[in-house]
């Protein structure tokens, strides 16, 4: 396997293990150990593969995540879904959430719901 190769499964292995822990307390050191490099070389390889930082893209991932639990998990609290998703509070969150979605969570939520008619809501189960 050539050198390209092998970052590419290596930093496939890294985006598996943000996928199944972005909830938990994870920083770029773990990130980086998962993929089996040190975390100097691991920035930059990320970075260069993906385009995007590795913190930035966890960061990504919990907002997206998070706002899909807003919509689908009405009843769970704005705190509870920023604890679930890795951040630290909900202050926090609702920052991150306001910057990268230009609304703060609530709002977010609020607008979703108010889109949403019964009639457009399908559950499948397989």
Do not use: C, W
């Not at 996928?19 to 975390?39: H, M, R, T």
């Amino acid at each position: 396997m050539n050198s390209r190769n092998e970052y590419i499964h290596r930093i496939n292995r890294a985006l598996q293990f943000i996928e199944k822990f972005y909830g938990d307390n994870i920083g770029l050191k773990d990130i980086a150990d998962a993929a089996f490099f040190s975390k100097y070389h691991f920035h930059r390889i990320f970075s260069t593969i993906l385009g995007e930082a590795p913190i930035e893209y966890l960061r990504r991932i919990r907002l997206e995540k998070a706002a899909v639990f807003l919509h689908l998990y009405p009843n769970y609290s704005i705190t509870r879904i920023a604890l679930n998703t890795g951040f630290s509070s909900s202050s926090v969150f609702s920052r991150s959430f306001q910057i990268y979605f230009g609304t703060t969570p609530k709002e977010f939520r609020k607008r979703k719901r108010s889109q949403q008619s019964p009639e457009s809501i399908v559950l499948s189960y397989n």
